[in-house]
């Protein structure tokens, strides 16, 4: 779910610039130190940053969203780690908006922080935690990407909220948006779990 | 599948323009509008963007009309929000039974940022149209962004159009075989896709590496060059039309339409 | 013949790109076996995707049996069921993580109940010779298994008509021939089959009719002979004649040789220049017998016996299933391509051979030597080779025709 | 000739696969035109890959310029640059988001100064025919330009060695002779060329010495016309001989023609019928002229202007250079490959025809020429088209010869 342009006012846009920063100055940090490491992990980096852009560009069945990136990304969490992943997360929210006007360049702080990293995250953990508990493997992919989806639209509802409290307050105004958005976007996380789940499978039966 | 901005953007009225000039101009035009406090100027800047859209870039009129519907969705589900949690002023409609209203507060509200996401928007399609992404590479080395993130970004983009025609002959060849019919099926189709996709990704990966080490990859990749002379006329213009935003932002900060 | 598929004036243009097709209007013949040749770039690939509604046309009407293309849903899936399509590239159509879940897409897609959907798996990988393939990954297959996995998928759901996008696009020569042979195996079934290629000598060798297009229009259409005997119109599609062709006109320019109907094959060819020397087919001093045996009513064991007594110089295998049975019993073909063209030549030198086919192709070679001992006056004898149960050495038994 | 690559009984097994290479011993020799010729699978790419290390050899040697290959980076390094390497799909080879870049890629990572760099990357291009397309990005352009984005990479970083898989695959007949025009212009600048394909016809037409491969092993080595004039060797490893060797086969198996050097060409070709017909080459009334002329000397109005008169019947345009001037004066060439032969049949048959080269290939013309003239018996005119400043309507002045 992708917070447009122009739709985050001061000083909100700017605090989530902030928010990412460390994340990304880390993750840049980091890529650098690998990449001189294994220099195949740039290459292989990027090939996974075009298939998130494309896994997020593909139209899902019935629902006027798109695959967001949690899930893509959440594979890279656990192949690069959370803040390389933020890095990914960057750079294919930036061609998002100038390729298809998903998104934008004030709210990208907003965007990056939420889907490049809050989702990931819990994509992670959800995984780690499941494969520890040796739960079944497509129930545990299937989660780790559902709840990553949910967790950014959570998220995202609560960066609109703080922009926006209007005169009911955040809480009434969180409410209110991750009412409205729950229509698309819950259905969109369990398909979304679905899909993952499938691709899983697939991938596991080669 | 997807119609990529970035394509027309290479036959642009405006391609040989420096790219830093346009950048300048949609970046500041953007941060204009977020921070403008009246809907005047996000709405001068959305007119002014768009006609440079459409009358120096010669961008189709139709192409740039459905490019405007993209926002639609999630701007009306934002602002019906907006308008239901901004409580003071005077009431002007009330939802009969339900504890809602809509305020003077509200409205002006959701038409402030109504208009500035539309000014926003038209900001952003003027950058996307106008200037293709290969030309902002080199412009990101110019500004010192770190390298390895330019050239993460560059080989990313190489690969979003091999993959993404990719992704389109699988998605044809299954629409062929009737994929995609009933819901069930269209998750199950796109299961595989996803998949599909995964297992060319992963052999792209390893034929990109291959590829590198075949020409001697050293660690460094070429930035393409571009031109960034600008003359004083279009500077100045760029400036006096940022200029003449700004003083409208700040004299019409206070108005408001209810 | 009855028209299928037929097209007014078709225009397109992809956005932001110059006019696809500009213009374009044909006639596909029931049950014809048609090549749309031209030059990458020349609005093939575009045509082709309009004949099961994957593309709608700007401008300009199609008709398939006589109605015109609707593209409301319901009538899009009936139309794809009907015209099944072959992409270039099997890799991003195959796309089922083992082969057999990949043929069962379309026909569960169909909605069929799962033993018709098993059955139809189970048809359409023997039609394309890939039994004991099901469980296999499509991935580690050869680029011509591929290519016959893809049109397994297709034949599964039992089309009429078959449309294949540059066929034998990056295949070695052994297996192309394998899928063009599968192609006329279709085409003589009755299904209507169409490709596209920019390979003038195997639109020349295959097809009964040639559409040949450049820059978005038809420039010719007519039989292979017609279409491609005009090296003005070939140069002007940017492509090359085949080379037996362009020996041809040479010779023709020449004054060497009479233009008229231009040889197909070097078995034409050779008799062409054969009868200029010496105004008849001579041969040695016998003409050469070529044995014919139907792979599904021979015992392997004998066939191989017979052929290791060495009572034949050449072997050809004709068709996926008599290459199969030849693969199984350990036979091991000398010809698998152009197989009767090849042993009339090695008969005309005194040569024997034997064809291993099957079904209704065995009455094609009976017929095709046939024509060509009438046309060159050379009496080429076929003996059948048929199984005699109970006696001993029969298969050879060498009988006089 | 000096050995430049020699490899003595290599062995390589992919993991969890079956040997692709069993024992392969070769020699290729500075300045050859080599081809390495088999089915899909025969283990040729496995053995280019071998060429500049990027792959190692279960067991067996490899010796470069006489030194066997080490495999330290820096060694590797080194190797590679003078062992360049064009993969067979182009989209897998271009790296970066633009023209340009991808063919700085090789020099810059070599640690060329920028100038030089930039010089490499005009020279490149100009080479390849692709000035102007700095700026393009890759996905914008077509096969054929992609391919020679990949070579012009490769070229940049002025290798000694050029390998090449398959340079023609899913190339249309016009893009494939613009490879293999490039490929001939290479080897004639002194740079060992080696491809590896599965066209038969191709490697017979252009290499100087062809490999034989099937089964990860060498089925035999030499020039074209030994490996290729064996049916047997070319079945063994399913391969389709050359049409027109394959008909010179069938004839000479008939007796009609003398089992000698087969014909390369539809010329030569023609040739060796007529004389078994006539005894000599006849003529029309007339034989026609061969004008020739420089394109890096010659103003393309002039000459735009003497065809438009008339004076020639066929226009040909050979190599790169040419090819691309003609295109900017809009001269349309009739042939742009196969092109002094063309004009040889052309001026046998009493038609006039005009060759545009450039550079070395202009004195090759006119040996060519010559060698056929005084092999033939047949005096070919050779005129060439040179600008006389100041005269008006020099061009096409009739110098008898």
């Known amino acids: 779910m992708h917070i447009m342009e122009g739709f985050l006012p001061s000083p909100w846009w700017e605090i989530w610039f902030l928010v990412s920063l460390p994340f990304i100055v880390f993750g840049v940090y980091q890529l650098n130190r690998l990449v001189k490491e294994r220099r195949e992990t740039l290459p292989l980096l990027a090939v996974a940053g075009a298939f998130v852009f494309v896994l997020s560009s593909l139209k899902l069945p019935s629902?006027?969203?798109?695959?967001?990136?949690?899930?893509?990304?959440?594979?890279?969490?656990?192949?690069?780690?959370?803040?390389?992943?933020?890095?990914?997360?960057?750079?294919?929210?930036?061609?998002?908006?100038?390729?298809l006007a998903h998104g934008g360049i004030t709210t990208l702080g907003a965007n990056v922080f939420s889907m490049g990293i809050a989702g990931p995250v819990v994509a992670w953990l959800v995984y780690k935690a499941g494969t520890r508990a040796g739960a079944n493997t497509y129930a545990t992919v299937f989660a780790a990407a559902a709840l990553a989806d949910l967790f950014t639209y959570v998220v995202t509802s609560v960066q609109l909220a703080l922009a926006f409290p209007g005169t009911t307050g955040f809480v009434g105004a969180f409410t209110a948006f991750a009412a409205i958005f729950a229509v698309t976007q819950v259905p969109l996380a369990?398909?979304?779990?679905?899909?993952?789940?499938?691709?899983?499978?697939?991938i596991v039966h080669l | 599948m997807h119609e990529m901005l970035e394509d027309l953007a290479r036959g642009n009225g405006l391609r040989e323009t420096a790219p830093w000039l346009k950048l300048l101009l949609g970046v500041a035009s953007i941060l204009l509008c977020v921070s403008s406090s009246g809907p005047i100027a996000p709405l001068l800047v959305a007119a002014s963007m768009s006609a440079a859209i459409l009358l120096l870039a010669k961008i189709p009129a139709r192409f740039y009309a459905r490019l405007l519907l993209i926002p639609v969705s999630f701007a009306v589900m934002g602002i019906i929000?907006?308008?239901?949690?901004?409580?003071?002023?005077?009431?002007?409609?009330?939802?009969?039974?339900?504890?809602?209203?809509?305020?003077?507060?509200?409205?002006?509200?959701?038409?402030?940022?109504?208009?500035?996401?539309?000014?926003?928007?038209c900001s952003l399609y003027f950058i996307a149209l106008t200037t293709p992404m290969t030309e902002v590479f080199d412009l990101l080395h110019r500004l010192r962004v770190p390298t390895v993130l330019i050239d993460l970004a560059m080989l990313t983009?190489?690969?979003?159009?091999?993959?993404?025609?990719?992704?389109?002959?699988?998605?044809?060849?299954?629409?062929?075989?009737?994929?995609?019919?009933?819901?069930?099926?269209?998750?199950?189709?796109?299961?595989?896709?996803?998949?599909?996709?995964?297992?060319?990704?992963?052999?792209?990966?390893?034929?990109?590496?291959?590829?590198?080490?075949?020409?001697?990859y050293d660690g460094v990749l070429a930035v393409p060059e571009e031109s960034q002379t600008v003359s004083g006329l279009s500077l100045a213009l760029a400036l006096a039309y940022l200029g003449a935003v700004l003083w409208v932002s700040l004299t019409t900060g206070g108005l408001r339409i209810l | 013949m009855r028209t299928l598929i037929e097209t007014e004036n078709l225009t397109y243009t992809y956005p932001n790109g110059p006019a696809a097709l500009a213009g374009v209007s044909l006639r596909i013949e029931?049950?014809?076996?048609?090549?749309?040749?031209?030059?990458?770039?020349?609005?093939?690939?575009?045509?082709?995707?309009?004949?099961?509604?994957?593309?709608?046309?700007?401008?300009g009407e199609i008709r398939f049996a006589g109605r015109p293309i609707a593209y409301d849903n319901r009538s899009l899936r009936d139309l794809r069921r009907r015209v099944g399509f072959v992409f270039q590239n099997p890799d991003l159509q195959i796309i089922a993580p083992t082969v057999e879940a990949d043929v069962a897409?379309?026909?569960?897609?169909?909605?069929?109940?799962?033993?018709?959907?098993?059955?139809?798996?189970?048809?359409?990988?023997?039609?394309?010779?890939?039994?004991?393939?099901?469980?296999?990954?499509?991935?580690?297959?050869?680029?011509?298994?591929?290519k016959r996995v893809a049109i397994a998928g297709i034949l599964a759901m039992?089309?009429?008509?078959?449309?294949?996008?540059?066929?034998?696009?990056?295949?070695?020569?052994?297996?192309?021939?394998?899928?063009?042979?599968?192609?006329?195996?279709?085409?003589?079934?009755?299904?209507?089959?169409?490709?596209?290629?920019?390979?003038?000598?195997?639109?020349?060798?295959?097809?009964?009719?040639?559409?040949?297009?450049?820059?978005?229009?038809?420039?010719?259409?007519?039989?292979?002979?017609?279409?491609?005997?005009?090296?003005?119109?070939?140069?002007?599609?940017?492509?090359?004649?085949?080379?037996?062709?362009?020996?041809?006109?040479?010779?023709?320019?020449?004054?060497?040789?009479?233009?008229?109907?231009?040889?197909?094959?070097?078995?034409?060819?050779?008799?062409?220049?054969e009868r200029i020397l010496h105004g008849h087919i001579r041969t040695g001093e016998r003409v050469g017998d070529v044995y014919l045996c139907d792979a599904e009513r021979v015992c392997g064991d004998e066939l191989r016996r017979f052929i290791e007594s060495g009572a034949v110089e050449?072997?050809?295998?004709?068709?996926?299933?008599?290459?199969?049975?030849?693969?199984?019993?350990?036979i091991y073909p000398d010809y698998t391509y152009g197989v009767i063209d090849r042993c009339i030549l090695k008969a005309l030198i005194g040569e024997d051979s034997l064809i291993i086919t099957s079904g209704g192709m065995v009455e094609h070679v009976k017929r095709r030597i046939a024509e060509y001992s009438a046309e060159s006056g050379q009496k080429i004898p076929v003996i059948p080779v048929e199984e005699h149960k109970g006696r001993h050495g029969a298969i050879g038994g060498r009988i006089s025709s």
């Not at chain 2, 339900?98 to 940022?113: E, K, M």
């Not at chain 2, 996803?194 to 080490?213: H, K, N, P």
């Not at chain 3, 029931?30 to 093939?44: E, L, M």
């Not at chain 3, 490709?195 to 040949?212: G, K, N, Q």
């Open chain 3, 314 to 330: 050449h072997v050809g295998a004709m068709g996926t299933r008599a290459k199969e049975f030849a693969g199984r019993e350990r």
């Open chain 3, 105 to 146: 897409f379309g026909p569960l897609n169909l909605g069929l109940p799962p033993d018709a959907v098993r059955k139809a798996v189970r048809d359409a990988l023997g039609y394309v010779g890939l039994q004991g393939y099901e469980r296999r990954p499509p991935h580690h297959l050869s680029g011509g298994e591929k």
């Open chain 3, 158 to 273: 039992e089309p009429d008509v078959l449309v294949f996008d540059e066929p034998t696009n990056t295949l070695d020569p052994a297996s192309a021939e394998e899928v063009m042979e599968l192609l006329d195996e279709l085409a003589s079934s009755g299904r209507t089959v169409l490709i596209s290629t920019h390979d003038v000598e195997l639109a020349y060798r295959w097809a009964d009719s040639a559409i040949l297009m450049e820059r978005g229009r038809i420039l010719a259409r007519g039989s292979p002979e017609e279409v491609f005997s005009d090296p003005g119109l070939l140069a002007a599609a940017r492509l090359k004649p085949p080379a037996l062709l362009d020996l041809y006109n040479e010779l023709a320019f020449r004054g060497i040789i009479d233009r008229d109907a231009p040889p197909k094959s070097v078995l034409e060819f050779t008799d062409r220049i």
């Open chain 2, 81 to 121: 929000v907006i308008l239901f949690v901004t409580g003071s002023g005077t009431v002007l409609i009330e939802v009969p039974g339900l504890p809602l209203a809509v305020t003077t507060d509200g409205a002006n509200l959701a038409i402030l940022v109504l208009a500035r996401v539309f000014g926003g928007m």
């Open chain 3, 30 to 59: 029931a049950g014809s076996k048609t090549a749309i040749v031209g030059p990458n770039g020349a609005g093939k690939s575009t045509l082709l995707l309009m004949f099961n509604g994957m593309l709608r046309p700007d401008r």
């Open chain 1, 190 to 202: 369990i398909i979304e779990g679905a899909i993952i789940a499938l691709v899983f499978k697939y």
């Open chain 2, 157 to 216: 983009y190489r690969f979003i159009f091999i993959l993404i025609d990719e992704a389109g002959e699988i998605y044809r060849s299954q629409v062929m075989r009737l994929g995609y019919g009933r819901f069930r099926e269209s998750v199950n189709s796109l299961g595989m896709l996803a998949g599909a996709l995964f297992i060319r990704t992963w052999e792209s990966g390893e034929a990109l590496v291959m590829a590198m080490d075949a020409r001697c």
């Open chain 1, 63 to 99: 629902f006027t969203g798109s695959c967001s990136h949690p899930t893509g990304t959440g594979l890279g969490a656990v192949l690069f780690g959370p803040c390389i992943t933020g890095v990914l997360g960057l750079i294919v929210l930036v061609f998002q908006a100038v390729f």
